[in-house]
């Protein structure tokens, strides 16, 4: 393989970059039916990320399977069983969110070799790829603020 070829070989084997795929993404938004296509894609990731989102949640909720406040066999007030279902909602949104950090800070920080998910204090200085520039030039991310 002379050299241009193994060129051509290893740039197909790089990841796109978050730039590369704005670049592209927005050329196309540019004709209206390569705009159409883009939010195709762009709403097939979403719905991808989101499934991901899902199965990473429940994965978090097997992990805390406990027995319904009903079935422990001891009598429970009202009270008791109201602050047992807040409790209950609250581990679900907390595990939504962990699960939703878990995503995106894994997308944003795909090109990102020195990311460390596990350390809070580095922060993410990846910008992403693809998927990243396809979910931060949707309406949604940029109606955020």
């Not at 995503?103 to 990102?112: E, K, P, S, T, Y």
């Amino acid at each position: 393989m002379n050299l241009p070829e193994k060129r051509l070989h290893q740039r197909q084997l790089d990841p796109m970059t978050h730039e590369e795929a704005l670049d592209i993404i927005n050329r196309a938004s540019k004709d209206k039916h390569l705009a159409r296509e883009v939010d195709f894609l762009r709403e097939r990731c979403c719905l991808f990320i989101n499934d991901v989102m899902n199965d990473i949640n429940l994965a978090l909720a097997e992990r805390e399977k406990k027995l319904p406040a009903l079935l422990r066999g001891k009598a429970d007030s009202a009270v008791s069983l109201r602050v047992a279902a807040q409790e209950r909602e609250q581990m679900a949104r907390q595990r939504r969110e962990l699960a939703e950090a878990m995503v995106i800070g894994a997308l944003a920080n795909m090109d990102n070799p020195g990311w460390n998910p596990i350390d809070g204090t580095g922060g993410g200085k990846g910008k992403g790829g693809l998927l990243m520039a396809l979910i931060k030039t949707s309406s949604a991310w940029k109606d955020r603020g």
